[in-house]
T-cell receptor, first 113, second 112 residues
Framework: DAGVIQSPRHEVTEMGQEVTLRCKPI?????LFWYRQTMMRGLELLIY????????DSGMPEDRFSAKMPNASFSTLKIQPSEPRDSAVYFC???????????FGPGTRLTVL | AQTVTQSQPEMSVQEAETVTLSCTYD???????LFWYKQPPSRQMILVIR??????QNATENRFSVNFQKAAKSFSLKISDSQLGDAAMYFC?????????FGKGTRLHILP
């Protein structure tokens, strides 16, 4: 298996632009998680899905953030409009179930100028 | 409220020596899982070891072992024969509800 795939690996954009991060979980995994990592706040859970259904989005910082999982093999995290404080590394992870080992993607480093 | 505490933000160990990273957590559950993840400079999050709370035997993976004290809610990671490639940020985590709660990490330096 190729593991969790994220794209792009790096994204540089200007304030106010829309940013879309993509994730392909490991085939057969039923749970998908989006995290944000910064030096100041560490690793934060933004949202997670079970069987493509969003379960808990309490970690999503603002209405500018939205996430979708249209099918079992694809998820997106969108920021619109982006702001410099959104600069961080965004990870996607998947697991067989919510309480199972999570396997992380390589992350997307987002820089908002 | 922080529910995973890694009290050592940074540690250093001489190559080939043994080091122990500490972790405490807070849960009212009786059945859960505990993890140590490693994040090297490449930033990839890698599972190091996993422990099931209902198992009394401490998990071991090659040079990595844990000391799981359920009553004390303690889950420390021991790295034996430290190698330069062990230099990384180490995160302790446990399952709660349908998700994993992570600590803030311990940065481990390996001194040659």
């Amino acid at each position: 298996d190729a593991g969790v795939i994220q794209s792009p690996r790096h994204e540089v954009t200007e304030m106010g632009q829309e940013v879309t991060l993509r994730c392909k979980p490991i085939s057969g995994h039923n749970s998908l998680f989006w995290y944000r990592q910064t030096m100041m706040r560490g690793l934060e859970l933004l949202i997670y899905f079970n069987n493509n259904v969003p379960i808990d989005d309490s970690g999503m910082p603002e209405d500018r953030f939205s996430a979708k999982m249209p099918n079992a093999s694809f998820s997106t995290l969108k920021i619109q409009p982006s702001e410099p404080r959104d600069s961080a590394v965004y990870f996607c992870a998947s697991s067989l179930t919510g309480t199972d080992t999570q396997y992380f993607g390589p992350g997307t480093r987002l820089t908002v100028l | 409220a922080q529910t995973v505490t890694q009290s050592q933000p940074e540690m250093s160990v001489q190559e080939a020596e043994t080091v122990t990273l500490s972790c405490t957590y807070d849960t009212s559950e009786s059945d859960y899982y505990l993890f140590w993840y490693k994040q090297p400079p490449s930033r990839q999050m890698i599972l190091v070891i996993r422990q099931e709370a209902y198992k009394q035997q401490n998990a071991t993976e090659n040079r990595f072992s844990v000391n799981f004290q359920k009553a004390a809610k303690s889950f420390s990671l021991k790295i034996s024969d430290s190698q330069l490639g062990d230099a990384a940020m180490y995160f302790c985590a446990y399952t709660r509800d349908d998700k994993i709660i992570f600590g803030k990490g311990t940065r481990l330096h390996i001194l040659p």
